[in-house]
């Protein structure tokens, strides 16, 4: 059994930051990668930007130089600082993870439960 709990979403005003962070727990053998995907009403999940364990990092081009992605391996943890977010950030961001498990090695796809982000004056 493998949960991922996300947090840090919220409101923020135009040209403001925020920072995500979601925790991997459970039968943990290792974390091939993880990663934050987003959904804003009417639109389909979009990658933001993933790292692997050997903090290989890809960013979505809209985002790009304005968020950063990093994991703590000894925590199972993945963070997005997120700085200048536009109106057009607004979503709700998903955490997603790579996960060998101990029963089963080969690396099964996790999800948290989502987080809104809402970017309004």
């Known amino acids: 059994q493998v949960q991922l709990v996300e947090s840090g979403g919220g409101l923020v005003q135009p040209g403001g930051s925020l920072r995500l962070s979601c925790a991997a727990s459970?039968?943990?053998?290792?974390?091939?990668?993880m990663g934050w995907y987003r959904q804003a009403g009417g639109k389909q999940r979009e990658l933001v930007a993933t790292?692997?364990?050997?903090?290989?990092?890809n960013y979505l081009d809209s985002v790009k130089g304005r968020s950063t992605i990093s994991r703590d391996n000894a925590k199972n943890t993945v963070y997005l600082q997120m700085n200048s977010l536009k109106p057009d950030d607004t979503a709700v961001y998903y955490c997603?993870?790579?996960?060998?498990?101990?029963?089963?090695?080969?690396?099964?796809?996790?999800w948290g439960q989502g987080t809104q982000v809402t970017v309004s004056s």
């Open positions: 997603h993870a790579e996960i060998q498990t101990l029963r089963i090695r080969a690396p099964v796809a996790y």
């Open positions: 459970g039968s943990i053998f290792s974390i091939v990668a």
């Open positions: 790292i692997t364990s050997g903090g290989a990092a």
